[in-house]
């Protein structure tokens, strides 16, 4: 007899992911496993601000990364059993699993992206980001701009702030300008 998404349920938590988790191959009928890579600065202020991380992290190493690395994170929910694999200098990287009665949302979070921009179709041609276009509102003065930039959009996101009255509190609107890959077919 197998369990319920309830019966998982109560075992299961958030864990933080920098972007996209890989699908690791072990096969399981009960769990899907993948790779997650956790920002070792993330991890540095989770510490620094009173909380426990599950084992020791040197937090006095520097990496190559910079605060906008925190922009690409977001919270994946496991089941317990979250297993430490290795680190290098920016990141930690953890092996954690899923409960099988949960793929169809994960299906989704593998389907082909463009830097997580999801493709219409399931298009699997080889495309490429060509630049970011961010029009930035201020919601103090309402002052509007717009930026082209490349193709990260957690940099071009990191510390922003209103040019005229530095409110941190904008909306932020933005489009990716994509360009076919002449590499390809």
């Not at 009665?101 to 921009?117: A, H, L, Q, V, W």
């Amino acid at each position: 007899m197998s369990k319920t998404r309830e019966e998982y349920t109560a075992r299961m938590g958030y864990m933080p992911s920098y972007k996209f988790p890989e699908q690791l191959e072990i096969l399981d009928e009960e769990f899907i496993y993948y790779k997650v890579r956790v920002p070792r600065l993330y991890i540095k202020d989770h510490i620094e601000s009173g909380k426990v991380w599950p084992h020791d992290v040197d937090v006095d190493i520097v990496g190559t990364r910079d605060g906008s690395v925190m922009l690409g994170v977001f919270f994946l929910p496991v089941y317990t059993g979250v297993e430490y694999l290795e680190e290098d200098v920016d990141f930690l990287y953890y092996k954690v699993r899923v409960p099988a009665i949960f793929s169809d949302y994960y299906k989704e979070i593998n389907k082909p992206t463009i830097r997580g921009i999801k493709l219409k179709n399931d298009e699997m041609r080889e495309l490429k980001t060509g630049l970011f276009e961010i029009t930035f509102t201020c919601k103090s003065c309402g002052h509007a701009y717009t930026e082209i930039g490349g193709d990260d959009l957690f940099r071009m996101l990191y510390e922003r702030d209103c040019p005229y009255c530095y409110c941190t509190s904008l909306d932020v609107k933005s489009k990716a300008i994509v360009e076919e890959d002449m590499d390809g077919d």
